[in-house]
């Protein structure tokens, strides 16, 4: 049995969602009279679902959530069959398995979302575990989703790594004791993603799968 | 007539259409089938489309580049109707004009592109001078469009000032001789329109508006 695991992010980051996300949180709010720029939603994809209404709207969000959340469900719905894998995705979660190290995939994603992303991604024999939104008390940038895997896993922090793409992972991460090392494809900047303390930020699954032997996951490789 | 004008970029700034534009560019890279990240199309936009696809795919840009226009236009085509502009972008027109400058908009973007967006905008009262991308040589970031603009007002750079979302638009400011002020709509970070060279960065055209009299737009106003 290893004991290390690598914790992978799945929107932005093994598949190319968060535009899709934003996208589809930019109608929601639309259908709600709410004109927010597209960017701003943008850069809170990754958050939970709940506290990005109430981040975006403060006190009106408690009258308008239901409906936004509903609303924001059809339109992802609409798009996910859009959502595909990035270049190198699957060899990736593949090499970090032939290391020696367990896969887990761990979101803020709920079940709805995340099974035609899981389909999409392909990698069903490559996963050891998956966390979901539905499963933790609170979605990043809280840590639960992290700290229900290592949990599951019996594995303390040190243990893991974190591979994401926003600084919601980051953060959930650091809270949980974990490192965190982030690709761009989510449509964040290097320079975010370090200053929020990424260990490191990757262009993309298919760079991090060149450098992975190099890189701050190699130390939990059993071989 | 007035002896300034403020020249302002479309996308992104006065209208919410980057990530728009990002997804249609991210299908018609597909339509190719050409895997490209959407984020590495969505910090391109705001350049001339030829050099998007030339930057992106390097060599193989000459044989698939047709293809991927024609196939980018029918899909942004099919998006355009979800244009929207920000809140306060016809107000910030309106306070710039009330205060004796001409208003400019001055943009990449063709003109079949532009038609529905200056129709979404509904601001053709507010208007002084359109300069869109296929009056000029070559698009941002090569600094035509400003030239083009400035001599067809027949004012010098040290009249005008531009106002844009990406580093697109400031690089082709700078290169004109224009400073060129910034908001965060287009969904670049603060920290790259500083980097690229812009004179100060805002939220959005709400923010902007607020702070106009003390903008670097400012010594440009009449009264």
Redesign the interface.
Known sequence: MPNSAILFDID?TLL?T???H??AW??AF?DAGQ?V????L??RVGMGSDLLIQDVLGPRAERLSEQISASRQRHFDALSA?A?P??GARELLAAVRARGALVVLATSAGQRDLAPLLDALGAAGLVDEVVNGDEVGAAKPRPDVFLVAMQKLNLGPERCVAVGDTIWDVAAATRSGIGCVCV????T?R??LLEAGALAVYD?TAALLTGLDGSPLSPLFAR
């Open positions: 932005g190319d968060n535009y899709l934003a996208l930019r109608r639309l004109n720029p597209t960017a701003e943008h850069r859009e595909l990035f270049d761009r494809t989510g449509g900047t320079h975010e993309d």
